[in-house]
């Protein structure tokens, strides 16, 4: 099946790319995907995502969580930026084969584990790097859980939060023991990232 977009640059380092495309000649991160339920990177929330991680030094060893993980594409950046291992949740079992033919399609299936169900079903901690692309009310709704899987140092970036939820969304990582180190507005949504103190 032939996907339905023409290849983009995102940020200055990623160029997502469909399956049935060679990659365009230069120095970018070629990011393959399908465009599955959630699309393929072009959403205000994606791009902005995109935007931040790509300006983090990771280091190589990082634990990577990936709250709400869709197509895989926010783990599957980090991945190839260095991270070490990404854990991918989704409540979806759609999301859930969609994100692993888009880490087996970008080579990095080995480096990740994928998980169908809640926060609750995932007995790791101790992540490095939180990633959460859903709904403010749902970041709400899982900021003690998500930031108990969080050490120290962590940084945590959330988007898909629409304006009228930024507010109460910096302020409750903020009383939970996190720092805010950058607060995108964008037009219908925000970006937020936040480091765990």
Known sequence: MKEDYQPFVLGTRFCILPPDITPPEGDFIHLTMERGAFGSGEHETTRSCLEFLEQMNLQGNEKVLDLGSGTGILSIAALLLGAQHAWCVDIEAY?????????ERNGVNKRVTHVCGTLDKLGEDGFDLILANIYGDILLDV????ISKAKPGTKILLS???????FDVRQKYQRLGCKLIKNKMMEEFSTVLLIKK
């Open 95 to 103: 999301a859930v084969r969609s994100c692993e033919r888009n880490c």
């Open 160 to 166: 898909g939060i629409l304006w009228e939820y930024n």
């Open 143 to 146: 900021a003690d859980n998500l």
